[in-house]
């Protein structure tokens, strides 16, 4: 099975998720937004496991610290959310935050860096079941509150690029392995610069194979579809093709379709935002304003287009309404979809999520049905298909090709030797 993961970052997230939860398997939280929706959150995340059988990772927020300036606000100070995570989990955190900007796990002493991987993992491994027993507690007793615990714990860890970057990942995990009671499903993290080292596929092997862990979460710098070359493809399905053979189990942490194809090469799951988040870089900068533009989801071009682009596109071709459950009750045609554009932002961005977590499930099963031959004529057939509307569209900026389509079919093609 190919594990569909949702990166739950807002709680605008709850109502696409509460009601597709049928097409997800695992949801990944970041800690702040756990520690700062402690009542809340815990009890929808029992209510969807119990309703769902929907499971959950944590993301290890005192990475957010190691660069950047997104977690302080424009005073400086460290923002609610960011404050909530050090809190709950050490007072070490607090303590450095208020005396230095950044917090990298190359620049503490053993003991620090033991003590925050320690209170990390704690975090991760017991802050829900703590919660759900001390809320359920004053009206009724949780037989068994372990059983809402997450499917792995994430470590924290370092970017790692070059092989040299190993050594604190490596000082991270070994506490790890020592203190967590639940399976470790480490993060590697890489830049697209690392992904060309020859000796590295065989590091990152033994990084974990020495600790005796099989499943990873594998998270490359920039990759937009825009921007990626097919040598950088080319190198992602070697090195999950790598993984795969020596018994361990990697899981996109940002993933476009690209990573969806992946499954035919071993790749187990991929990790999408409700809306975006289907690549990303570590430096992020602090937000100015929140306008999230309303795009929507075409699957035949496995990406988001803005509104008018996605009904022009769709409209020259010919296509037939998307036949999702939201699509399918709610526009009859493309143009009813333009009408809706000018909709409040709340209303039409619950239902481009839900469309989008819907496609990306189906993408999931269809793939996964094929064999890679059947996958690559398929993505062909589209490509060819859509290939002068998308340039040809007025809607659509003259920067951006179908380009990565091709792309990805031939990485594909040359690691699998078909
Ligand atoms: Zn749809």
């Known amino acids: 099975m190919f594990e569909a993961t949702l990166r739950y970052n807002s709680n605008s997230d709850k109502h696409p998720v509460a009601t597709s939860g049928e097409s997800l398997d ?33 993301q290890p927020t005192l990475f957010d610290f190691r660069v950047g300036d997104n977690f302080r606000d424009s005073s400086g100070s460290v923002r609610t959310w960011h404050w909530d995570y050090a809190t709950e989990v050490d007072r070490l955190l607090e303590e450095l935050l208020a005396k230095q900007d950044n917090v990298d796990a190359t620049d503490l002493s053993a003991n620090q860096l033991r003590q925050l991987t320690i209170s990390s993992v704690e975090f991760q491994e017991s802050f829900v079941p703590n919660q759900l027993e001390a809320e359920t507690g004053k009206y009724e007793s949780i037989s068994d509150p372990e059983k809402y615990s997450p499917k792995a714990v994430i470590p924290w860890f370092q970017q790692i690029r ?51 862990i099989d499943q990873c979460f594998l998270w490359i ?45 071993g790749l187990t799951g991929t990790t999408y935002g409700t809306m975006y988040g289907e690549e990303a870089s570590e430096r992020r900068e602090r937000r100015t304003g929140d306008g999230v533009a309303h795009r929507y989801y075409v699957d035949a071009v496995k990406d988001f287009l803005k509104i008018p682009a996605a009904v022009d596109l769709q409209g020259t071709v010919g296509a037939d309404m998307c036949s999702c459950e939201v699509c399918s009750r709610q526009f009859g045609t493309w143009a009813d979809l333009a009408d809706r554009y000018q909709d409040d932002d709340e209303n039409i961005q619950a239902l481009l999520k839900k469309h989008h977590i819907q496609v990306r499930w189906k993408q999931i099963q269809q793939v996964e049905s094929e064999s890679l031959s059947e996958t690559l004529d398929r993505l062909d057939a589209d490509y060819r298909e859509y290939i002068t509307p998308f340039s040809q569209s007025n809607q659509i900026s003259n920067a951006k090709t179908l380009d990565y389509l091709p792309r990805w079919k031939n990485a594909l093609e040359s690691v699998s030797g078909s």
């Open 162 to 212: 070059d092989g040299r970057d190993l050594k604190v990942n490596e000082d991270i995990l070994d506490v790890a392995t020592d203190v967590s009671e639940l399976p470790l499903k480490p993060c590697l993290f890489l830049t697209k610069e690392a992904l060309h080292s020859d000796s590295l596929p065989d590091q990152l092997t033994e990084l974990l194979t020495s600790r005796d």
């Open 221 to 265: 710098e920039n990759l937009d579809k825009q921007e990626t070359g097919e040598p950088d493809y080319e190198r992602i399905a070697s090195l999950v093709a790598n993984l795969d053979g020596a018994g361990i189990s990697p899981h996109s942490y940002y993933g476009d379709y690209f990573a969806t194809l992946l499954s035919h090469l």
């Open 26 to 58: 695992s949801l990944l939280i970041p800690g702040k937004m756990l520690a700062a929706n402690s009542k809340a959150l815990p009890t929808n995340l029992r209510n969807w496991y119990d309703s769902y059988n929907l499971e959950y990772y944590i």
